[in-house]
């Protein structure tokens, strides 16, 4: 599967990464390489094997529906690059 | 002092010989005079360090201690400490204070250990040489100009250069026991689900895994007793009895300790691509496991060869997934400038995300795009079914496998840097193990000369079945108790 310049922008915006026209170049040149590398999984037949997802065979543990953490909202907000009263800032989505 | 195993650190600090401040003090100064150079730390803080230190004295001296207590460790950044720095060498991080410690941390606070540093590594544990940090590649202690794998890097280097008792790495497809081949050291890789990744900033959350990098096999084994375990905070930890990783190491003393350990040999592992000199080494340490009474058996794990294209899916499709919490809202780096919320999103991430992480982000959109997912993802899972059969068939001839960590010993900084594919190629011995969950560990195993005339190390790998840490440990130490390979150091530093 050979990509393309418009390829690259798309999976790029998809990613949320800006990519400039030059790095775009450079990112496609790339990323041929190793979609020619991973190309080789093609020639293999894998009908009727059931996808490996995890190593071991484990079901997901649960755990009871209480509530184990104290609020730390303060300590977490604090590594934030902008809150105010409480709340993490962002720009104006809704108009 | 600095060459001592922690065994022998444990007991001069039991015995008062030294006390924790003044080793640790010791490893600060080294670290001073070294650092610089090799890079191997990006965050110090003296000031908790020497907290720690005193802390274990006084644990010591009120009749404590355990077999870490007082020991200085290096940790690999990618271990979220609570009050340090934790960076995961990359812009997009250079400034997050942990607020909590990762499941690996507080082991070894609870054990006493010293926190020394967090250590350099590959940006987002994705590389191979260790040339991708944010902060700067590091140096191989045993030839600068060399790299000394990635992406536990800074743990490597700071092992081999006595900058640290032990450290932590993590190994999502050959992380550990690649640098320790490339630096001449003891890594091991245990079992997924054996360690918590609770707090370890994920790259590949089904491959990812954090294990110990040491001197010695013993030391590694003395590591394990404090990191395995079960951890409810990690959905993946595996609710295991606890085990002592030491118990066996004793009996490995005599003629013939491993008589009737079967060792198989992948054909695989020993054909093109495997550099002569590093094939040399392998083949004299197998020899000499012969001589300490192990058989050799002839194996095949035919689908070894598809192990990186399918991890060059699986692990770029989970990173896109989990390094998509780095949008510039809650924490990491927010672009200066940006007009609405999607140009937030799209220039903090180019801006605080190097080129590979970027590169691997895009490869793990492309391949779990609409219209590509069963092409690639679902593919891939498939091959990593087989790749795993390959082993389960393996182990029904064998107790351990053998082969080369690495293609080659070190290689030149630079060299294949602009050359993804040439790099993603270094991890062909490692990456099948994290595919299939297995443990792997690499031990010093001899040298080879470069062109230069230096002397550069070379690791042995040894792949165990599910849970085999125990006896993998012991097949390391046997073979440490008739070598000194382990005990070499770099010259001159």
């Known amino acids: 599967m050979a990509l393309n310049l418009d390829d690259i922008k798309r999976i790029a915006h998809l990613a949320r990464i800006e990519v400039s026209d030059h790095e775009a170049q450079e990112t496609l040149h790339k990323l041929s390489g190793i979609l020619g590398l991973i190309e080789q999984m093609q020639a293999v037949d894998t009908t009727g094997i059931t996808p490996m997802s995890h190593s071991q065979d484990v079901t997901q543990r649960l755990r009871e529906d209480v509530v184990t953490k104290t609020n730390q909202r303060e300590l977490f907000q604090s590594i934030a690059p902008a809150t105010q009263d409480g709340l993490y800032l962002v720009p104006k989505v809704i108009e | ?493």
């Open chain 2, 1 to 493: 002092m600095i060459n001592s195993s922690l065994k022998q650190l444990g007991q001069q600090l039991a015995s008062k010989q030294i006390s924790s401040v003044e080793l640790t003090q010791a490893y600060l100064q080294r670290m001073a005079q070294l650092n610089p150079t090799i890079n191997a730390y990006v965050t110090l803080d003296e000031e908790k360090t020497l907290a720690q230190a005193k802390a274990a004295d006084a644990r010591i001296a009120a009749g404590d201690a355990g077999p870490l207590t007082g020991i200085p460790l290096a940790q690999k950044d990618i271990f979220c400490a609570k009050g340090w720095r934790t960076t995961c060498s990359s812009k997009m991080l250079e400034n997050f204070i942990s607020p909590y410690d990762a499941h690996v941390i507080s082991q070894f606070d609870a054990a006493g250990a010293v926190n020394l540093g967090k250590t350099n590594m590959d940006e987002f544990a994705m590389g191979s040489s260790n040339e991708t940090s944010y902060f700067g590649g590091v140096k191989n202690p045993w030839d600068f100009d060399r790299v000394p794998g990635g992406s536990s890097g800074g743990s490597a280097a700071a092992v081999a250069a006595r900058l640290c008792a032990a450290a932590t790495g993590t190994d999502t497809g050959g992380s550990i026991r690649q640098p320790a081949s490339l630096c001449g050291f003891t890594g091991l890789k245990p079992t997924y689900g054996l360690v918590s990744r609770y707090g370890m900033i994920a790259f590949a959350s089904s491959l990812d895994q954090a294990g110990p990098m040491a001197k010695s096999a013993e030391d590694c084994a003395l590591m394990m007793n404090v990191m395995a375990g079960f951890d409810e905070r990690d959905s993946t930890s595996v609710n295991r009895e606890k085990e002592d990783y030491t118990r066996g190491l004793s009996a490995m003393t005599g003629e013939q300790p491993l008589k009737g350990l079967r060792i198989g040999l992948p054909k695989e592992y020993f054909a093109e691509g495997l550099s002569a000199d590093v094939a040399k080494v392998i083949e004299t340490a197998v020899a000499e496991y012969q001589k300490l009474g192990a058989d050799i058996v002839d194996i095949s794990l035919p689908n070894n060869n598809l192990s990186i294209p399918v991890y060059y899916v699986l692990a770029p499709a989970e990173a896109s997934s989990n390094l998509s919490r780095y949008d510039g809202v809650r924490y990491g780096h927010r672009a200066a400038e940006y007009d609405d919320l999607m140009e937030m999103y799209m220039k903090s991430r180019a801006e605080g995300f190097g080129a590979e992480v970027k590169r691997r982000i895009l490869i793990g959109t492309y391949v779990l795009s609409a219209g590509y997912y069963d092409a690639y993802y679902l593919k891939a899972q498939q091959i990593r079914r087989l790749i795993a059969q390959d082993f389960v068939e393996a182990f029904k001839h064998c107790d351990v496998i053998m082969g080369p960590a690495a293609p080659s010993t070190a290689f030149k900084a630079g060299e294949k840097t602009n050359d993804p594919v040439a790099m993603y190629l270094e991890d062909l011995y490692t990456i099948a193990v994290n595919l299939a969950g297995l443990p792997g560990m690499s031990i010093p195993a001899g040298f080879a000369t470069s062109t230069e005339g230096k002397a550069l190390p070379v690791g042995l790998q040894i792949i165990g079945n599910y849970f085999d840490e125990a006896r993998m440990l012991d097949v390391g130490h046997a073979y440490q108790q008739v070598t000194d390979w382990h005990t070499r150091m770099p010259e001159g530093i």
